[in-house]
């Protein structure tokens, strides 16, 4: 089946500094790719939709200058989190359609 | 109103028993539904779609009422093993999918 590799699982930063998140399909291409992130106790948020060769298209609330995203190849999309501060902290996780869905392992991000 | 709404949690049941869990959503134009289950601090992984005759995968059964936008999981003969958090999921055909809040489920011995 189609598998979507996501790295880092667990990351802690720094207040004020910058993290990379990388979403790749393994067996497949991901023209889409969809980022979220869930809040202890919450259910996962839309933040993005991620197109190859074009500009991310993000949910009401999230800041594109904050979470840059960038989808370069069908194989490949990521997630940076700039200027990361403790609010930030939270799971981050990525998903392609491939004719169902299949997503990340999910991305643990603790800001310091 | 949320476009995804459950039941709120959490089911604390015995071996065996059998489980309901309910879910509405609020978009008429929605298309794709599915159950995900998520275990503790790992990503969702999909349990079974669901379809408007309904439909059946071993002790699960899930079904789904297009007029009362209102979609249904049923858990028989519970297993420790089901212990989870189970997310009703619903989306357009194709593109982005909206989560509910998700209900926790604990089977106890």
């Known amino acids: 089946g189609a598998v979507v590799s996501q790295h880092p699982s667990r990351v802690i930063c720094k207040s004020g500094t910058s993290v990379k998140i990388e979403c790749r399909s393994l067996?497949?291409?991901?023209?889409?790719m969809f980022w979220y992130r869930q809040f202890p106790k919450q259910s996962l948020m839309l933040m993005a939709t991620?197109?190859?060769?074009?500009?991310?298209?993000?949910e009401q609330g999230v800041e594109k200058d904050k979470f840059l995203i960038n989808h370069a190849s069908l194989t490949l999309s990521t997630l940076t989190v700039t200027s990361a501060h403790p609010e930030d902290s939270s799971f981050y996780i990525c998903?392609?359609?491939?004719?169902?869905?299949?997503f990340g392992s999910g991305t643990r991000l603790t800001v310091v | 109103r949320k476009e995804v709404e459950q039941d709120p949690g959490p089911f604390n049941v015995p071996e065996g028993a059998t489980v309901a869990f309910n879910c509405t959503y609020s978009n008429s134009a929605s298309q794709s539904f599915f159950w995900y289950r998520q275990d503790c601090r790992k990503e969702p992984k999909l349990l079974m779609s669901v379809y408007s005759s309904g439909n059946e995968d071993g002790r699960f059964t899930a079904q789904l009422n297009r007029a009362s936008q209102y979609i249904s999981l049923l858990i028989r003969d519970s297993k420790l093993s089901d212990s989870a958090t189970y997310l009703c999921?619903?989306?357009?055909?194709?593109?982005?999918?909206?989560f509910g809040q998700g209900t926790e489920l604990s089977v106890k011995p």
């Open positions: 999921v619903v989306g357009p055909r194709g593109g982005k999918l909206i």
């Open positions: 991620s197109n190859e060769g074009s500009k991310a298209t993000y």
């Open positions: 998903s392609a359609e491939w004719g169902g869905y299949t």
């Open positions: 067996d497949f291409q991901a023209t889409t």
